[in-house]
Structures are given as C-alpha cells and as structure tokens.
T-cell receptor
Framework: DAKTTQPPSMDCAEGRAANLPCNHS???????VYWYRQIHSQGPQYIIH???NNETNEMASLIITEDRKSSTLILPHATLRDTAVYYC?????????????FGPGTRLSVLP | GAGVSQSPSNKVTEKGKDVELRCDPI?????LYWYRQSLGQGLEFLIY????????KSGLPSDRFSAERTGGSVSTLTIQRTQQEDSAVYLC?????????????FGSGTRLTVV
C-alpha cells in the first residue's frame, strides 16, 4: 500500500475551516483515500473516503487532486470538539491488517 | 450492542504477570481486529479474525501474545509474562466484512500499564 505524509500538527480558529493536507504520491489506481480521526481517549472514528472524485458528507469534505497524489480533508466550520489526531490512509478496498497502516497523523488543535 | 465494547478500560499489572483483554464486537459483525497504540504512535496491527477462517496473526509481536475469538463473537487478547514495552492502548475494531471498510468501528480501548 502507498504511504502517506501529513504535517504533525496544525491549529485552526474555532468557526473557521480546517484544511488538513495529505500527500500520497505513490498511490496506485485502485487504492482509496480514507480519513479517520481519534479524539483523546477514544478509538479512531471513520470520517470519509474517496477514490478520485471529491466527496462530501455530514462531517467533512474530501478533495482529491486530479493526479491523486494528494488530498485535503476539509472541516468547514471547526469546533472545539474537532480537536483530534487526523489520520490519512490509502488502501485497497477489502485490504486489512498489515495493509492498513495508521501513521502518526496530524494533531489538529481548534482554538477558541 | 450499539458499539464495540472493551474491558477493562484500564489495567495495571506487574511485569511478568499474564493479562487478558476482552472485546465485544458489534452484533453481526464478522470481522474483528486488534491493534495497539503506544504513546504518541500510530496504530499497530496485531491480529485479524474473519468469520470461521483461520485468523491472521502476522502482526503479533511475539509468542507471548495470543488471541481467541469464541463463537464468532467475543474475542480475548492474552499477553503472557508482560514486559514494560507492552504498555500501550489496545484497540479492538469490528466490521460487517472486510470489504465494508467504512463500517469499521473501534472500541475505546484498554490502557495497559506494566510496572
């Protein structure tokens, strides 16, 4: 599976959009981009995933570049409860375990 | 249940003792995973169960670690002769099947401290 690169930390003002980048320059054509987040003391929570089209759900939007080498997770109106570590993962649909690697992620701090 | 339940939530044990960690997956979920997360680190895969198939144990760090899943539901992760480097949060997750990745739900974990 492709590896991802994320900044270790970011700050965002409450109410503003949080844009979390992820580089995945070695992604293959059939690998999906997934985003999870982990709020302190909780297990990781699924946010969104996509293959090549931009995706939006009630939590966030996912923007994937045309060459698929990078993506951005957008939290449109960040709240203090969005403070968490955000993980960007690329994987084959149906892969699991060793093929599903969580890196250190980006620690997002939403500031009042 | 409504979510993945893990117990205990916290466990402190002495070096050399054995510990058992329990995971109750979401009812009907056939896939169950164990991960561990050391302080400030990402998630490390340990073991995967899918239905009645033989588990994928390739992530277990040593033969002191073992896991069972009885009746295709509850799973127990056992660590024998615990060492200080075993201190971590142990997370369990379940999904309907491995292809439904976005249905992958994690429990809150068991924080293991070996002293």
């Amino acid at each position: 599976d492709a590896k991802t690169t994320q900044p270790p930390s970011m700050d965002c003002a409450e109410g503003r959009a949080a844009n979390l980048p992820c580089n995945h320059s070695t992604i293959s054509g059939n690998e999906y981009v997934y985003w999870y987040r982990q709020i302190h003391s909780q297990g990781p929570q699924y946010i969104i995933h996509g293959l090549k089209n931009n995706e939006t759900n009630e939590m966030a939007s996912l923007i994937i570049t045309e060459d698929r080498k990078s993506s951005t997770l957008i939290l449109p109106h960040a709240t203090l409860r969005d403070t968490a570590v955000y993980y960007c993962i690329v994987r084959l649909l149906g892969a699991y375990g060793q093929n599903f690697v969580f890196g250190p992620g980006t620690r997002l701090s939403v500031l009042p | 249940g409504a979510g993945v339940s893990q117990s205990p939530s916290n466990k402190v044990t002495e070096k050399g003792k054995d510990v058992e960690l329990r995971c109750d997956p979401i009812s009907g979920h056939t896939a169950l995973y164990w991960y561990r997360q050391s302080l400030g680190q990402g998630l490390e895969f340990l073991i995967y169960f899918q239905g009645n198939s033989a588990p994928d144990k390739s992530g277990l760090p040593s033969d002191r670690f073992s896991a069972e899943r009885t009746g295709g539901s509850v799973s127990t992760l056992t660590i024998q002769r615990t060492q200080q480097e075993d201190s971590a949060v142990y997370l369990c997750a379940s999904s309907q099947n491995r292809d439904k990745f976005y249905g992958y739900t994690f429990g809150s974990g068991t924080r293991l401290t070996v002293v």
